[in-house]
């Protein structure tokens, strides 16, 4: 039976302003479950919410847009740049200055997605850009007024982002620190303002979520975490059905990572043990659809740790 202290506590727990982490594998459905299941399902529990919500891949897509311009720009005007190789040599020829163009742009992308300590899955793959897809448009570009060229760049970068941003630059990790930082302002600022949120989260560092939960405790929140454990092989086929799939290597390293975190979380002799870290409650769902890696997920809740 609880003591009259614990059902105090637990009322204020409940009661008060919460920030729900979902944690899973690339593909589980975490933003789905988010926005279709996490409010029932609390309000079941006798938590109400007016969460909201946050992910960073929505707000990596945002800075991903954003940037997307200036690769568009770089490519639309190299025909009248000077392109140099590694040697620092000017290339002339069509066919060997869009060659060395390609590979400088894949050399920044690689040194700026190590930077911001993305996988290899995370660079993009400039290689599917077609040549003869761009040419068209570098001639009416160079060939252009200069009154036009703006207008010619606009049209430019609209079939380019319908051709190519999903295809080739959802992966882009080049912005992952803007994007974080904004990220990370949003939260701050939706937390220091009293908001019931919804976080998205990978799990695969532990450190983000301690960055989370230091902050519910600066704020006077209750954090609570919502895990996703679903199989490998369905994560893996619906990443793939995504706009923005990792692909299988992608997906199978970040669930390598995440249940590493997950057998800390819940080990009461691990220093990231949840209660060792502000952290009120673990959700533990399963996929009853399991076996059947083209069915959407049917979470079900299998363990409730506190």
Not at 96 to 102: M, Q, V
Not at 182 to 207: M, P, R, T
């Amino acid at each position: 039976m609880k003591t009259l202290v614990e059902f105090i506590n637990e009322w204020k727990e409940d009661l008060g302003n919460q920030v729900i982490m979902i944690m899973g594998t690339p593909g589980c459905g975490k933003t789905y479950w988010m926005q279709h299941n996490g409010i029932k399902f609390f309000k079941k529990q006798g938590i109400k919410l007016n969460p909201k919500e946050l992910d960073i891949d929505h707000t990596l897509k945002i800075f991903q847009i954003i940037d997307f311009p200036k690769f568009c720009d770089r490519l639309i005007k190299y025909p009248s740049s000077s392109v140099t190789n590694k040697n620092g040599i000017s290339v002339h020829n069509n066919k060997a200055a869009w060659k060395t163009f390609i590979e400088n742009e894949k050399e920044r992308y690689t040194s700026l997605n190590k930077s911001n300590h993305g996988l290899d899955t995370n660079i993009p793959n400039l290689d599917k850009i077609d040549y003869e897809f761009v040419a068209p448009w570098l001639s009416r570009y160079e060939n252009a007024s200069e009154e036009n060229k703006q207008k010619v760049f606009d049209e430019f970068t609209k079939v380019m982002f319908k051709e190519y941003f999903n295809k080739v630059f959802a992966s882009d990790f080049s912005v992952r620190g803007e994007a974080k930082e904004q990220y990370n302002k949003d939260l701050i600022e939706k937390l220091g303002n009293k908001n019931d949120a919804f976080v998205a989260i990978s799990g695969s560092k532990f450190e983000t979520i301690k960055e989370i939960t230091d902050i519910c405790k600066q704020t006077n929140t209750t954090c609570r975490i919502v895990y996703l454990n679903g199989s490998i092989d369905k994560a893996v086929s619906q990443d793939a059905r995504r706009e923005r799939s990792g692909g299988a290597d992608f997906v199978i390293k970040y669930a390598e990572k995440i249940h590493k975190v997950w057998d800390k979380l819940i080990d009461p002799s691990a220093k990231e043990y949840y209660k060792n870290n502000n952290i009120y409650t673990i959700y533990e769902f399963t996929d009853s659809n399991e076996n059947d890696v083209l069915a959407y997920p049917a979470w079900e809740l299998k363990k409730i740790y506190k």
